[in-house]
């Protein structure tokens, strides 16, 4: 009679803990809590109020250049606020790993753009992650992913930097997150106050980071911050 050894139950465990993942990440309130899931975009609707637009500040939608602006700014608007269509579990694709390591993983320098949901003028800058394994490591092509899963919709900075820590906290449950995202927001330097050089500074920390003084001066250390002054 056929009995499983220890590398069949290694095997199993693994395979029921990356369907229980997956469940997780693809259940109704884990997207509604991350925004996820959201319908196709509408093209022909977008293309309408395009039109409608450029008329309303005195264009021609029919001249040359703008014939095709209407077109060109419903396939925009397929790509820009990509990041509520994406499929988390896909996202994730396996990439956790079991690994005996509890030190600091810093991902650092990750850049991304996302639109202001004020004016949907684009912000952009830089984001920095890290965060400590509780057993687990997550693939580093995940990371930058996951960020631009949160940019790449109608957004305000705060909040992003929130969800990219909370995800990752719920994905990894590792003993702390924290993220710092560094921004420049062309709705204040195209309209507005009209300023070029200011800059926005966000954080979120959880667990071992928000607890531990040293631990997260150790992480603005690594960013080459001053502890204490990086941002919110």
Known sequence: MYTKNSTDLHFHNEADAQTEMDMKLQSADFMKIFELGLPPVDHEAIEHATTEI?????????????????????????????????????????????????????VRDIEFSSLCEHHMLPFLGHAHVDYIPR?????????????????KRLQVQERMTRQIANFIN???????????????????????????????????????????????????????????????
Do not use: W
């Not at 939608?61 to 396939?75: C, E, F, I, M, S």
């Open 170 to 232: 719920e994905v990894l449950d590792p003993r702390g997150v924290a993220v710092v995202v560094d921004g420049k927001h062309m709705c204040g330097m195209m309209r507005g106050v009209e300023k070029h050089d200011p800059s926005m500074t966000t954080s979120a920390m959880i667990g071992a980071f928000r607890e531990n003084t040293s631990t997260r001066h150790e992480f603005m250390s690594h960013l080459g911050r001053v502890p204490g002054n990086f941002g919110v």
């Open 135 to 151: 057993g687990k490591v997550i693939g580093l092509s995940k990371i930058p992913r996951i960020v631009d899963m949160f940019a």
């Open 54 to 106: 450029l008329t309303a500040v005195g264009e021609d939608p029919q001249r040359d250049g703008l014939l095709n602006t209407p077109h060109r700014v419903a396939k925009m608007y397929e790509e820009l606020p990509s990041g509520y269509r994406t499929d988390p579990a896909k996202l994730i694709n396996n990439a956790l790993f079991d690994v005996e390591y509890d030190d600091m993983v810093i």
